[in-house]
């Protein structure tokens, strides 16, 4: 079966610190894994999208890692602010032709403290 | 550009009633989709039209579910009748499609729909 699991489910983290988000997927074919921000009432805005030959990717102070052999990836948030209070949900396409099927993740909620 | 724009942002109705959500997409972009959003299920497809033409709709929960895309620029999400377990919110999400795999999907702001 086609799944996207997030770990953890939510995480508090002091301003200024760093942080890890998990992701886990047994999705095939793959085409691409994509991290999303969502703020609370907004639609999601995509941080990254990485293909098979991509281990790494930044977006600023994001940085994305996948290990298409173990099937994992993770979102890196380096000095934490305020704003980057949100969910983050971890998206695998399926390799379906025209990248139709994406298989969506129950996202990460983060709470950046003061 | 002004993004994906959805209307209204907020809706509330009564069981029964017909509910019509509203989606501009991006200017240029060819592909729209529809999507619910719960805190137990997260994200699911609902439809999505390529060129103004829907490709899948298996995503449909059931037939009070309709969806048309009379234009590029315009598509409508319609539930009639409405239930209470239609509660959720609702995104309309737009991209380019060329002939790779990788293109961004934009969001609007999404409709959270209430039915008591």
């Known amino acids: 079966k086609n799944q996207v699991e997030q770990s953890p489910q939510s995480l508090i983290i002091l301003e200024g610190k760093n942080c890890t988000l998990q992701?886990?997927?047994?999705?095939?074919?793959?085409?691409?894994l994509r991290w999303y921000k969502q703020d609370t009432g907004r639609g999601p805005v995509s941080l990254t999208i990485?293909?098979?030959s991509e281990n790494t990717k930044s977006n600023g102070r994001y940085t994305a890692t996948l290990d298409a052999d173990t099937k994992q990836s993770s979102l890196h948030i380096t000095a934490s602010q305020l704003s980057d209070s949100a969910s983050y949900i971890c998206v695998v396409a399926r390799n379906a032709g025209n990248n139709r099927k994406l298989i969506w993740g129950l996202g990460t909620s983060l709470a950046v403290n003061p | 550009d002004a993004g994906v724009i959805q209307s209204p942002r907020h809706e509330v109705t009564e069981m029964g009633q017909e509910v019509t959500l509203r989606c501009k997409p991006i200017?240029?972009?060819?592909?729209l989709f529809w999507y619910r959003q719960t805190m137990m299920r997260g994200l699911e497809l609902l439809i999505y039209f390529n060129n103004n033409v829907p490709i899948d709709d298996s995503g449909m929960p059931e037939d009070r579910f309709s969806a048309k895309m009379p234009n590029a620029s315009f598509s409508t999400l319609k539930i009639q009748p409405s239930e209470p377990r239609d509660s959720a919110v609702y995104f309309c999400?737009?991209?380019?499609?060329?002939?790779?795999?990788?293109?961004?999907?934009?969001f609007g702001s999404g409709t959270q729909l209430s039915v008591l």
């Open positions: 200017s240029g972009h060819n592909s």
């Open positions: 999400a737009s991209s380019f499609a060329a002939s790779g795999s990788n293109e961004k999907l934009f």
């Open positions: 990485m293909t098979f």
């Open positions: 992701c886990n997927y047994t999705v095939s074919p793959f085409s691409n």
